[in-house]
């Protein structure tokens, strides 16, 4: 049995699609969720003269996708929804975050340890891109919200424990928020969500069943508020 007590997501950016990032040191926020995990090896069953029976099987493209949500805490991780970014001013930092037709890469690793003496779970998901990621700000006692879903290339199973990572900081509410229009603040703003799908397709190529690289579509935005005059 293991509890989210005893587990640990972490990630860190890639330098090449789907090589494991150097350093995956980097919390995503408080309250966690995994909300999905699909991972498809598209086999073929193959048959043959002679019985009723499969009679080999053979493996074609790798899919995997999993869904995350938690509590904003650093800015730094719409880099990765974004895809351009800069960072201005001596702690604490501002962000202003910019699109790119290219987003980066990066690498998740994820820990959970057995209480009951079984096996530990250890894995690092391997060339992770944003499909659609979304940024919910609402007035009451909930933090600003961060939702991400996310295609991966392939996964690598590790032998060690791995460290635990926190945040640093409080999760980021409504009251650390404005919303603006040309600059503007727009007043008696109640809440506000952000939606963007990048149509991201992952591609492999001949070779090897597992992507080798990310193509993104089309930008596609969906954007709400509630704000009283």
């Not at 309250?31 to 090896?41: F, Q, W, Y």
């Not at 493996?59 to 509590?71: A, H, I, P, R, V």
Request: glycine content about 8%.
């Amino acid at each position: 049995m293991a509890t989210g007590a005893l587990a640990n997501v972490k990630w860190g950016l890639e330098t090449t699609f789907g090589v494991k990032a150097t350093t995956i040191d980097k919390a995503l926020g408080y309250a966690v969720e995994i909300t999905s995990m699909e991972v498809d090896n598209s086999p073929m069953p193959r048959r043959g003269l002679g019985s009723r029976n499969i009679q080999a099987m053979a493996f074609g493209e790798f899919k995997g996708s999993m869904g995350l949500k938690f509590d904003l805490v650093d800015p730094f991780i719409f880099r990765l929804c974004t895809g351009g970014y800069a960072k201005s001013g001596v702690g604490p930092y501002e962000y202003t975050f910019a699109e790119a037709n290219v987003l980066p890469s990066f690498s998740i690793t994820g820990y959970v340890d057995n209480i009951d003496g079984g096996a530990d779970t250890l894995r690092t998901f391997l060339g992770c891109v944003i499909l659609d990621w979304s940024l919910d700000v609402a007035v009451g006692n909930e933090p600003c919200t961060v939702t991400l879903n996310i295609a991966f290339a392939d996964i690598e199973d590790l032998a060690t424990t791995q460290a635990l990572v926190s945040p640093t900081n409080a999760p980021l509410t409504f009251a650390h928020a404005a919303w603006k229009k040309d600059a503007a603040e727009i007043t008696f703003t109640e809440n506000v969500s952000i939606k963007c799908s990048h149509n991201t397709e992952m591609r492999p190529y001949l070779g090897s069943r597992f992507p080798v690289r990310a193509k993104f579509g089309d930008r596609e935005y969906e954007v709400s508020s509630l704000h009283y005059y």
